[in-house]
C-alpha cells in the first residue's frame, strides 16, 4: 500500500524529513539551532546585511501537477527564491519550507519534493533549516522564504538605473514560456518532459552564481530577475529608477529551440521573449562603458551568454521597441498580474 | 461598490499595503532594503543570532471566516508567529507575509488583515518588510516567517529539561479552546465575540516579553509555547530532552471563566487545558529553587500569573497525571497532528 501523510501523520513527515536533509543535504554554517525548536537560529557574518524573501505556488495556478514532477517542482520552487537572492547580488544560505499539503499526499512524493530542494541548494552550500507542514484542503502549496547574505549596504536595487546606461539580459528569456506552451498544446505527454524548452519551463535555471559576480565587478547600476516577464520586470526598474528604456527588437536573443517552437505553436517568439518569459534571467543595467565587464564577470561564473538589448532613457516609465524597419513600438510595462482575471499563473 | 482585488491587482494592492505600513506601522530599525525589491535586507546586530520562524494559517482548517475578523485573523496569524520568538527567549524584528488570496476578496479586508499585523508588532518595535501575494484557488492561507534575534547561542531549547526540574506555565491554558467550542456550540453569534473566552481563540496573547524576560533570568532549561496543545508540547520538551513528566490536576490553573464554559458546554475543563490549549502560553522548566527567580521575571514585565504544575521526571516520554484521589493516569502525549484523520485545526 502507499504510504500517505495520513499515515504517518505531520510528526512522522517531520521526522523523516529531518532525516532526509540530514542525510542528503548540506551542513548549514554557521547554524545555532535547526530543525525542532520553536525557531530555527544561526549566526550572521559581521559587516553583511541578511537578505530575506519568499516566495510561493500554488497548485493549479503555478503548476500543473500532471505536467510537472514532485522533484522538478522542489527545484523549481527553491530556483524562485535563488533567483531573488541573486537579482540583488547576494548568496544564498538557508531556506524555510512552508508547505500545505493534502492527507492523501504520498510521503514518497514529499520526500522526492526535498530532494529537489536539496538538488538546487547543495551546489550553493545552502540548506533547508526549518519550515511549517500544514493540511491544505483543495490548493496545495509551497511557500518558501530563502534567507541570504551580501556585504552591508551591497546589495543591488532596481531603483538606480542611470539615463543613458545599457540594458542587458542573460540568456534567453521565453524558453520556459515556450515549454509551458509546448504542454498545454500538446496532444500526448509521452517524450515532452525531455523536450529542451519544457525542461526550461519544469527546472528553469536560476542565475544566483551570475548575480553574484556581477555585483562583485562594482559596475551594475540596477538588476531584476525575469520572474514577472521581460518587460514586467524592466518596467520595475523603470518604475523604481524613475527612467523608461528603448529596446532593439533585433538584439533581443531568441535560441533556434525558441524560434522553432514558436512557428510550430504559431506564436510571435518575442511575445514569449517579452511578455511571458517565465524564466529566470537576470536584466543588469550599467554604463555603456562598463557592458564588457559586466561580460566578463559573468563568462567568470558560467557560460551563460550577456546580450545587450537596449539603453535606459530620460522618459520616465516608457518602454519602447525599435522594429528592423525603424519604427517604434510602444510596450506596456505590464507583467504577471495574480488577481487580474486576465492575468497568469507565475510568480 | 465594494472594491476587490480584481479591481486593483497585485501592483496596486502592493501600493496600497506599503502605503498602509508606511503610515501606521513602526520604521524597522536596521533595514537596509525594505518592500518593493526582489528581497528585503537588514544589519543584523553583532553578537546576536538570527531567530526564524514560520507559521501558516489555512482557511476553513485554522480558521472560519464567519467567526473572526480580518482584522482579528491578522492579529491571531501574527501572535502565533511571534510566540515562537519568545518560545526561545527572542525578540521579534521583521515579518514577511505571504497571502494566497481570491480575487474577489475586498481591499478592505486585506487592509484590516494589515492593521492586525500592524497591532500585534508595533509594540515590540517590529515590522512588515517583505512578503508575497498570490491568487489562492478555494483555501486562502496567511504564511508568515517572523525574523527575531537572541544574544549568541543564548536561545532556550526544548531538549535541556533536566530530571527533578519543576514544570510551570503561563495564564491559563484551555480558555482559547474553550472559546472555539462556545463558537462551534452556538446558537446565534449575537454578542459572543465580546466573550473573554472567544476573545481569547480569536485574539490570542503571546507571552514575547515572558519568555524575554525567562531567558534574561539564566533560570529557564527548558522552553516551548503551548501551540500544540499542553500536552503536546510537553511532549516536545520530555522527547527532545530525553525526559518524563508528572503533572498534578489539582494544580492545573483553571480560569472561573473557563470553568462555567466546560459546564455549560459539557465538558471536562481539563481536556481544555491540557489536550486541546489552543492558546499560546508558556510551558518553563526550571531547577525546583529557581521557580521564585522565574515568577520574579514574569511579574516585572506583565501581570501574566506562573504556576507550578509538575515535575520532570527520567521515565523518558512518560506523561502522569496525579488525580486527587492520589492514583495516577497516563497521558499521551499527542497535541494537534495535522494530518491524521480525527486531527484537528490548530498549530
Same mark, same amino acid.
Given at each position: 500500500?502507499?504510504?500517505t501523510l495520513a499515515?504517518?501523520?505531520?510528526?512522522?513527515?517531520?521526522?523523516?524529513i529531518?532525516?532526509?536533509?540530514r542525510?542528503?543535504?548540506?551542513q548549514?554554517?554557521?547554524?545555532?539551532l535547526?530543525?525542532?525548536?520553536?525557531?530555527?537560529s544561526f549566526?550572521?557574518?559581521?559587516?553583511?546585511?541578511?537578505?530575506?524573501?519568499c516566495?510561493?505556488?500554488?497548485e493549479?495556478?503555478?503548476?500543473?501537477?500532471?505536467y510537472i514532477t514532485?522533484?522538478?517542482?522542489?527545484r523549481?520552487a527553491m530556483v524562485l527564491?535563488?533567483?531573488?537572492?541573486?537579482?540583488?547580488?547576494?548568496?544564498p544560505?538557508?531556506a524555510?519550507?512552508?508547505?500545505?499539503?493534502?492527507?492523501d499526499t504520498?510521503v514518497?512524493?514529499?520526500?522526492?519534493?526535498?530532494?529537489?530542494?536539496?538538488?538546487e541548494?547543495?551546489?550553493?552550500?545552502a540548506?533547508?533549516?526549518?519550515?511549517?507542514l500544514?493540511?491544505?484542503?483543495?490548493?496545495p502549496?509551497?511557500?518558501i522564504?530563502?534567507?541570504?547574505?551580501?556585504?552591508?549596504d551591497?546589495?543591488?536595487?532596481?531603483?538606480?538605473?542611470?539615463?543613458g546606461?545599457?540594458?542587458?539580459?542573460?540568456?534567453?528569456?521565453g524558453?520556459s514560456?515556450a515549454?509551458?506552451?509546448?504542454?498545454?498544446h500538446?496532444q500526448?505527454?509521452?517524450?515532452?518532459?525531455d523536450?529542451?524548452?519544457?525542461r526550461?519551463?519544469?527546472?528553469?535555471?536560476?542565475?544566483a552564481r551570475?548575480?553574484?559576480?556581477?555585483?562583485q565587478?562594482?559596475?551594475?547600476t540596477?538588476?531584476?530577475?525575469?520572474?514577472?516577464?521581460?518587460l514586467?520586470?524592466l518596467?520595475?526598474?523603470?518604475?523604481e529608477s524613475? @527612467?523608461?528604456?528603448e529596446?532593439?527588437? %533585433?538584439?533581443l536573443? $531568441?535560441s533556434d #529551440?525558441?524560434? &522553432?517552437?514558436?512557428q510550430? !505553436?504559431g506564436?510571435d517568439?518575442?511575445d514569449?521573449?517579452?511578455?511571458?518569459s517565465?524564466?529566470?534571467?537576470?536584466?543588469?543595467?550599467?554604463?555603456p562603458?562598463?557592458?564588457?565587464?559586466?561580460?566578463?564577470?559573468?563568462s567568470? @561564473?558560467?557560460?551563460?551568454p550577456v546580450? %545587450?538589448v537596449?539603453r $535606459?532613457?530620460? #522618459?520616465a516609465? &516608457?518602454?519602447?521597441l525599435? !522594429?528592423p524597419?525603424?519604427t517604434w513600438?510602444?510596450m506596456?510595462p505590464?507583467?504577471?498580474?495574480h488577481?487580474a482575471?486576465s492575468?497568469?499563473?507565475?510568480?
Amino acid at each position: 500500500m502507499t504510504e500517505t501523510l495520513a499515515d504517518i501523520g505531520e510528526f512522522g513527515l517531520i521526522d523523516r524529513i529531518h532525516e532526509l536533509l540530514r542525510k542528503e543535504g548540506v551542513q548549514a554554517p554557521g547554524l545555532t539551532l535547526g530543525i525542532g525548536d520553536d525557531t530555527a537560529s544561526f549566526l550572521p557574518h559581521a559587516g553583511y546585511d541578511v537578505l530575506v524573501t519568499c516566495d510561493c505556488m500554488v497548485e493549479g495556478r503555478h503548476y500543473m501537477p500532471q505536467y510537472i514532477t514532485p522533484l522538478e517542482l522542489g527545484r523549481r520552487a527553491m530556483v524562485l527564491n535563488i533567483s531573488d537572492i541573486g537579482a540583488v547580488g547576494g548568496n544564498p544560505l538557508y531556506a524555510l519550507v512552508s508547505l500545505g499539503l493534502r492527507s492523501d499526499t504520498r510521503v514518497s512524493d514529499v520526500e522526492a519534493m526535498y530532494r529537489g530542494f536539496v538538488a538546487e541548494l547543495n551546489p550553493l552550500d545552502a540548506s533547508v533549516i526549518g519550515g511549517n507542514l500544514t493540511k491544505s484542503g483543495d490548493g496545495p502549496f509551497i511557500d518558501i522564504t530563502l534567507i541570504g547574505e551580501v556585504a552591508h549596504d551591497q546589495a543591488i536595487r532596481r531603483s538606480t538605473a542611470k539615463v543613458g546606461d545599457a540594458i542587458l539580459v542573460t540568456g534567453y528569456p521565453g524558453q520556459s514560456a515556450a515549454g509551458l506552451q509546448l504542454l498545454l498544446h500538446a496532444q500526448r505527454m509521452k517524450g515532452l518532459r525531455d523536450h529542451p524548452l519544457v525542461r526550461a519551463f519544469n527546472t528553469p535555471s536560476h542565475r544566483a552564481r551570475e548575480g553574484w559576480a556581477i555585483a562583485q565587478s562594482g559596475c551594475v547600476t540596477a538588476m531584476i530577475d525575469t520572474s514577472d516577464g521581460f518587460l514586467g520586470d524592466l518596467g520595475h526598474i523603470c518604475k523604481e529608477s524613475g @527612467v523608461g528604456a528603448e529596446l532593439s527588437q %533585433e538584439k533581443l536573443p $531568441i535560441s533556434d #529551440v525558441l524560434n &522553432q517552437a514558436a512557428q510550430d !505553436l504559431g506564436q510571435d517568439p518575442y511575445d514569449l521573449i517579452l511578455k511571458d518569459s517565465d524564466d529566470y534571467e537576470l536584466i543588469i543595467t550599467c554604463a555603456p562603458d562598463h557592458v564588457g565587464q559586466i561580460c566578463s564577470a559573468v563568462s567568470s @561564473v558560467s557560460d551563460v551568454p550577456v546580450t %545587450e538589448v537596449g539603453r $535606459i532613457t530620460d #522618459v520616465a516609465r &516608457q518602454i519602447k521597441l525599435n !522594429l528592423p524597419d525603424g519604427t517604434w513600438s510602444e510596450m506596456t510595462p505590464a507583467g504577471w498580474d495574480h488577481f487580474a482575471d486576465s492575468g497568469g499563473g507565475h510568480d
